[in-house]
C-alpha cells in the first residue's frame, strides 16, 4: 500500500510525546536534522547536584569565572590557581563550564582543570564541554576531547553518554560516534540503553551510512531494547539521505502502523523526495498531510520552496506557497527573491510582477536583489522605471552599478541590443541633455559612474556574436577613457571573436596589448590565434603561436592541431603536416593520436605508404597504443595501397593487441581482396565477420558484389543481393548501380534491365554509365530495340549531353551503330531532327 492511501485510511491521532521532546533543524545542504532539545537533557547529561553547590563552592565558582573571563590565568597568578585547583570537584568544575559562554575560554579552563593534582573530569563536565563544542561547531577541540575522554577511564551514565554521542554527531562526527560507542561498552565504561542506542541512531542519521544502522538496529533487538518512534525516525533520515527510497517506505510503514507517523516524519520524506527531484511525490505527499490534519513547520516550507525552485518546478513552487501563507506564516523578503528569481530565470515576468506586487501590498519593501532580477527579466521601459522608482533614494555606488547592469541584461536579453546600446553611449556622452526616462533615472545617479566592466561586456558579447565587430571594439576601446579596467575573460571574448571573423591583424593587437597592460593571456587566448592559423592552413603562423605557448607551458588544443593537419592533407601536404607535428615534439609537446593518423590517412593518399608505415612504427616506439580507428587508417591506407599481406598483418596485430575490428576495418579488407582480383579472401571475410557477430553494411555487399561481378560469378552477386534483401539491409542507388553494371559486365543485359526498372520504382536515379552500359550490351546481343529504348530514356532525362561532355566513345559508337541498323536508323535520325541528339546532327 502507498504512503498515501496509508494516510487515507489511518489517519490516526498523533500519539503524544514521551518525556523526550525531539525538534529537527535544517543544515545549509537542506537535510533534515534531528536534534534532541539541550533543556530537556539537563537531568541526563547534567550532575543534579550542580544547582546546590555549598555557599563557599558558589564563591569559588565565581572567582574562577572571574579569573577565567578576564583572562587573568597567567604566571603572576599562579599561586593562586594552584591553592584553587586543590579545591576542584567535578560540580564545581561543570558550573564553571556553564556560565563560560565563550568556547574558548571554557576550553582552556577545562585543559586546566585537567591538569590539578587529584582532580578527575567525570561525564558531567565531559558533556559540559562537548556541548559548547558542539554548540561553536568546533571539530578539532571536539576530537581532542573525545581522545581524552576515551583515555580517561571514566565511567558513563548511559544517558550522559548518548548525550555525548549526540554531540558528536551534531558536528558530523559519525564513524567517531559509533567507535566511542563499541568502546565503552565493550569495555564496561558504559551499559547502554535504549536511549544510548536512540542517540547513536540519530548521529548515523547524519550519514548515508545505512549498514551501520541496520547493524545498530539488529542489536537493540537482539538484546530486547524497546524500539520505539526515536528509533525509526533516524533509521528513516538514514535511508533517506542514501536514496535508499524502498527501505525508508518499509519504516514509514512501521511507523505507520504503530501509529508513530506526525508532521516531522511525513517532512524527511517531502524533502527527501524534493531532494531527489521528484517535486510531484512531494507536493502529493504535503496534500495529503492536510488531509490527515498535519502540517509543515516554516523552516520546512522555506527548504521545500527552495527545492522546488532548484528542481524548475516554479508551477508547485508557487502553490506551496500559497499553502504557506494559508497556514499562517508570513514570508519574508528572502522567500519572495527565491520565487521571483526562479521566475525570472524562465522569463516569465509577469508572474514575477504580480508576486513583487503582492509581496509590496504585503508591507514589504523591496531590495536591490530582487529589483535586479525583476530588471533583468522584464523588457517594456515602463515597467523599468516603475521598479527603479521603488529603489528609493539608492545613491550607494555599488547598488546603482548593478540596477544599471541589470537594465542592459534585461534589454540584451529580450532582444533589444540596440537600445542597450543607445543606453550604453548616452552614459558616456558628457553633453546629454534630455532623453527618455530611462536615461534621465542614470544620469542623475552619476552617468557613467554607473557603469564599470561588467557593463561593457554584457553589450559587448552580444555584438560580437552578431558580428558588429567595429562596434564592440569602439566599446572595448572606450573602457580605458572611463577607468573601466577590462579583465582577461573579456580580451579573450574579443579576441576569439575576432579570430573567428578571420580578423586575425585585431586579434594579435589585443595580444599584445595585454601584454603591455600586463594581463597574462591564458590558454584560451593563445588557442583562439592558434585556431584561426590551424584553419587557414597556415603553418608557419601555428609554429610561431604554439613556441609563444610553450613558453607560457600551455597546451594547443587536439582540435585545432587536427583541424591543421587536415587542411594540410586536404591539400596534398601529408608531408608538411608530419614536419609539423615534429616541430610540436621538438617544442616538448605531445601530440595527440588523432592529428597523427590524420597525416598517416594523408601519406597513403599520396602513395607514400612506407613514409607512413615508418610513421605509424615510430609512433609505437614511443608508447603510443592505436585504437580501432587508427588500425583502420592503417588498414584502409595499406589496402588501397595493394599491400594486402601487410594490411593483414595488421589485422592480426589488431587482434593480438585485444581490439575488436569493425566493419570498417573488414570493410577495407575486402575492398583491397576484390581490387586485388582475390575474391575468394574477400568472401572469406565475410564468412569471418558472421563468426564475429559483426553486422556487414551496405558498403559490404557493395562491395562484394562488384568484385563477384568483376570475377565473371553473377549468380553468386545475386545470391548476396538477396541475402542483403533479407537482412533488411536495404540496397542504395551505388549498390544498384553496381549490380546492373556488373550483370552487363557478364552479358545478362535483360537481368540488369529488371533492376533498373526495380530502381527506378524506389525512385532512385541512376548514373548515366548504367544506361550506357545497358545499351551496349543490347547491341552486342544484335537487340538494337531495347538499345535505342536506353538511348530515348536519357534523351527524356537530359542524361546525353552529360554522358558526351566525358568524351564516352561507348555513347559515341553506340549512337552510330544505331543510326546504320535499319530497324533503328529512322528513329534515330528523328531525335537528331527534333534535337535530342544534337551533338550527333552528322549523323
Not at 436 to 452: A, H, N, P, T, V
Request: hydrophobic share 40%.
Amino acid at each position: 500500500m502507498s504512503i498515501y492511501k496509508h494516510l487515507l485510511l489511518r489517519n490516526k491521532p498523533k500519539p503524544p510525546f514521551s518525556s523526550f521532546f525531539f525538534f529537527f533543524f535544517f543544515t545549509p545542504s537542506t537535510h533534515l536534522l534531528l536534534n534532541i532539545s539541550n533543556s530537556h537533557f539537563r537531568n541526563i547529561g547534567s550532575s543534579p547536584q550542580n544547582s546546590r553547590l555549598s555557599p563557599s563552592n558558589t564563591a569559588l565558582v565565581n572567582h574562577l569565572i572571574s579569573i577565567f573571563t578576564h583572562q587573568r590565568f597567567h604566571s603572576s597568578n599562579s599561586h593562586e590557581l594552584t591553592q584553587l585547583g586543590s579545591q576542584l570537584t567535578p560540580d564545581i568544575v561543570e558550573s564553571v563550564l556553564k556560565a563560560l559562554n565563550n568556547w574558548k575560554l571554557a576550553y582552556a579552563f577545562f585543559n586546566w582543570a585537567t591538569s590539578q593534582n587529584g582532580y578527575f573530569h567525570n561525564c558531567y563536565t565531559y558533556n559540559a564541554m562537548a556541548s559548547l563544542l558542539s554548540s561553536a561547531r568546533q571539530i578539532p577541540p571536539m576530537k581532542t576531547l573525545l581522545s581524552h575522554l576515551i583515555h580517561s577511564s571514566c565511567y558513563m551514565t548511559p544517558g550522559a553518554f548518548g548525550f555525548f554521542i549526540r554531540c558528536l554527531g551534531s558536528l558530523g562526527l559519525v564513524h567517531e560516534a559509533n567507535l566511542l560507542f563499541d568502546q565503552f561498552r565493550d569495555s564496561g565504561l558504559c551499559l547502554p540503553n535504549s536511549y544510548t542506542y536512540n542517540c547513536l541512531l540519530e548521529a548515523i542519521a547524519k550519514s548515508t551510512l545505512t549498514h551501520v544502522a541496520e547493524q545498530r538496529l539488529a542489536e537493540m533487538r537482539r538484546l530486547s531494547w524497546m524500539v520505539d518512534k526515536y528509533t525509526l525516525t533516524p533509521l528513516l533520515q538514514v535511508y533517506c539521505n542514501s536514496g535508499e527510497f524502498d527501505k525508508a517506505l518499509l519504516v514509514f510503514d512501521q511507523m505507520l502502523d504503530k501509529g508513530w507517523v506526525d508532521a516531522h516524519v511525513l517532512s524527511i520524506l517531502a524533502l527527501s523526495f524534493t531532494k531527489w527531484g521528484d517535486v510531484d511525490k512531494a507536493f502529493e505527499l504535503i496534500h495529503r498531510m492536510e488531509e490527515c490534519s498535519l502540517t509543515l513547520n516554516e523552516k520546512t516550507f522555506y527548504v521545500l520552496l527552495h527545492g522546488f525552485v532548484s528542481n524548475h518546478r516554479l508551477d508547485k513552487a508557487l502553490q506551496l506557497f500559497d499553502k504557506m501563507c494559508a497556514s499562517g506564516f508570513s514570508p519574508d523578503i528572502a522567500v519572495y527573491d527565491v520565487l521571483i528569481g526562479g521566475l525570472c530565470k524562465i522569463k516569465d515576468s509577469h508572474t514575477a510582477s504580480c508576486l513583487y506586487s503582492r509581496m509590496k501590498c504585503s508591507g514589504i519593501c523591496p531590495d536591490v536583489a530582487v529589483l535586479n532580477k525583476l530588471l533583468s527579466c522584464v523588457a517594456e521601459e515602463e515597467t523599468m522605471i516603475h521598479l527603479l522608482q521603488d529603489c528609493g533614494d539608492v545613491h550607494d555606488g555599488e547598488s546603482v552599478k548593478t540596477l544599471f547592469f541589470s537594465v542592459l541584461n534585461g534589454l540584451v536579453s529580450n532582444g533589444l541590443v540596440d537600445r542597450a546600446l543607445e543606453l550604453v553611449k548616452t552614459m558616456m556622452d558628457d553633453a546629454f541633455i534630455q532623453g527618455s526616462r530611462l536615461e534621465e533615472f542614470f544620469k542623475l545617479k552619476g552617468g557613467i559612474l554607473c557603469m564599470d566592466s561588467s557593463s561593457f561586456r554584457i553589450i559587448i558579447d552580444p555584438l560580437c556574436q552578431k558580428g558588429r565587430l567595429d562596434e564592440a571594439l569602439q566599446l572595448f576601446r572606450a573602457m580605458d577613457k572611463f577607468g573601466c579596467r577590462k579583465d582577461t575573460r573579456l580580451y579573450n571574448d574579443m579576441i576569439e571573436a575576432l579570430c573567428c571573423a578571420d580578423r586575425i591583424i585585431d586579434g594579435l593587437d589585443l595580444l599584445s596589448e595585454m601584454k603591455k597592460m600586463e594581463i597574462q593571456p591564458t590558454q584560451f587566448t593563445y588557442n583562439s590565434i592558434y585556431g584561426y592559423f590551424c584553419r587557414k592552413g597556415d603553418v608557419s603562423g601555428a609554429t610561431s603561436i604554439v613556441k609563444e605557448m610553450c613558453a607560457h607551458r600551455y597546451e594547443p588544443w587536439i582540435k585545432n592541431s587536427t583541424t591543421l593537419v587536415k587542411q594540410l592533407c586536404k591539400h596534398d601536404k601529408a608531408l608538411e603536416a608530419s614536419n609539423f607535428l615534429a616541430e610540436l615534439v621538438q617544442e616538448g609537446l605531445v601530440p595527440h593520436l588523432i592529428p597523427y593518423f590524420a597525416v598517416v590517412d594523408g601519406l597513403f593518399k599520396l602513395h607514400e605508404v612506407d613514409h607512413a608505415l615508418e610513421l605509424f612504427h615510430n609512433l609505437c616506439a614511443r608508447g603510443y597504443k592505436p585504437d580501432v580507428v587508427a588500425y583502420n587508417i592503417l588498414i584502409n591506407g595499406l589496402c588501397k595501397g595493394n599491400k594486402m599481406a601487410e594490411a593483414k598483418k595488421m589485422l592480426n596485430e589488431m587482434l593480438a593487441g585485444g581490439l575488436v575490428p569493425s566493419t570498417v576495418t573488414y570493410n577495407s579488407l575486402i575492398d583491397g581482396w576484390c581490387k586485388n582480383g582475390d575474391i575468394d579472401q574477400a568472401i572469406t571475410c565475410l564468412y569471418k565477420m558472421a563468426g564475429e557477430d559483426i553486422e556487414p553494411n551496405i558498403i559490404t555487399y557493395t562491395t562484394l558484389i562488384d568484385g563477384l561481378c568483376n570475377a565473371g560469378r553473377p549468380d553468386d552477386a545475386l545470391m548476396l543481393w538477396n541475402e542483403m534483401e533479407g537482412k533488411s539491409c536495404s540496397p542504395n542507388r551505388i549498390s544498384f548501380m553496381a549490380l546492373i553494371s556488373g550483370l552487363c559486365k557478364n552479358n545478362m543485359p535483360d537481368k540488369a534491365q529488371l533492376y533498373l526498372h526495380e530502381m527506378e520504382k524506389k525512385e532512385l536515379r541512376a548514373d548515366s554509365f548504367v544506361y550506357i552500359a545497358l545499351m551496349d550490351t543490347f547491341l552486342l546481343n544484335k537487340k538494337p530495340k531495347l538499345a535505342l529504348d536506353m538511348l530515348k530514356e536519357m534523351v527524356e532525362k537530359k542524361m546525353l549531353a552529360a554522358a558526351v561532355n566525358k568524351n564516352n566513345i561507348l555513347v559515341k559508337e553506340a549512337i552510330t551503330k544505331l543510326a546504320e541498323d535499319p530497324l533503328t536508323a529512322s528513329e534515330v535520325k528523328q531525335l537528331v531532327n527534333e534535337g535530342g541528339i544534337q551533338v550527333f546532327s552528322d549523323v
